[in-house]
């Protein structure tokens, strides 16, 4: 079982800068791949980023490749994600989530765990 809460969300210009963090509870955490979600108002939940269970492997979705960046820190048993050069687009609730095998994936129906989710709002 993998207890996770996300945190860093917030308000910021366009242009602007966050980092949002996921804490994880579980033993197994340095097993899991992990993953960041978002869902938009009014739109299906969607793929940002992954990255696999040491953190050597990670993938994102094209809209955020190269403003976004994942990691993790196994000792403090905690996700990243780096999100720079936000735009009034990227406004959505950010959601982190565990899955029970080691390796990243894009796909929900691959995680058993999701935090409660956190705000991003992105002003113009």
């Known amino acids: 079982q993998v207890q996770l809460v996300e945190s860093g969300g917030g308000l910021v210009q366009a242009g602007g800068s966050l980092r949002l963090s996921c804490a994880a509870s579980?033993?197994?955490?340095?097993?899991?791949?992990m993953g960041w979600f978002r869902q938009a108002p009014g739109k299906e939940r969607e793929f940002v980023a992954t990255i696999n269970w040491s953190g050597g492997s990670t993938n994102y979705a094209d809209f955020v490749k190269g403003r976004f960046t994942i990691s993790r820190d196994n000792a403090k048993n905690t996700v990243y994600l780096q999100m720079n050069s936000l735009k009034p687009e990227d406004t959505a609730v950010y959601y982190c989530a565990a899955k029970p095998l080691p390796y990243g994936s894009a796909q929900q129906r691959d995680y058993y765990f999701w935090g409660q989710g956190t705000q991003v709002t992105v002003s113009s």
């Open positions: 579980g033993r197994t955490f340095g097993t899991n791949g």
